[in-house]
């Protein structure tokens, strides 16, 4: 299984951008479907976005679309979410997740049909 760090998160005020960032190790990135969910205090783990295996397909949450970018760089086995237009309710706790190699289905929004977890990156919107 691939391992994932999160990284970029932090305090933004609500208009504004910050890019997260998951670095893989291990596994082969190019064939994990590579997706974000984020998590709110006292809520449930929810889907942002997902990519395809060469980064030619994305699949977005309706909360984020036009405003959120998933993108990833396979020589740099990372995976980015660039976020635009920060609002209070993007406030989470944002987890980078792996569908399991090989898997090519995009359209996913279950957390379960994730297999491999980075420790997440905290993001909070103030206004």
């Known amino acids: 299984q691939v391992q994932l760090v999160e990284s970029g998160g932090g305090l933004v005020q609500a208009g504004g951008s910050l890019r997260l960032s998951c670095a893989a190790s291990?596994?082969?990135?190019?064939?994990?479907?590579m997706g974000w969910f984020r998590q709110a205090p006292g809520k449930e783990r929810d889907f942002v976005a997902a990519i395809s295996w060469g980064g030619g397909n994305t699949y977005y949450t309706d909360a984020v679309k036009g405003r959120f970018t998933i993108s990833r760089d396979n020589a740099k086995n990372t995976v980015y979410l660039q976020m635009n237009t920060l609002k209070l309710e993007d406030t989470a706790v944002y987890y980078c997740?792996?569908?399991?190699?090989?898997?090519?289905?995009?359209?996913?929004?279950?957390?379960?049909?994730?297999?491999?977890w980075g420790q997440g990156t905290q993001v909070i919107v103030s206004s």
């Open positions: 997740a792996a569908r399991n190699s090989g898997t090519s289905y995009l359209y996913s929004r279950r957390p379960t049909d994730f297999g491999s």
């Open positions: 291990g596994g082969t990135f190019s064939r994990n479907v």
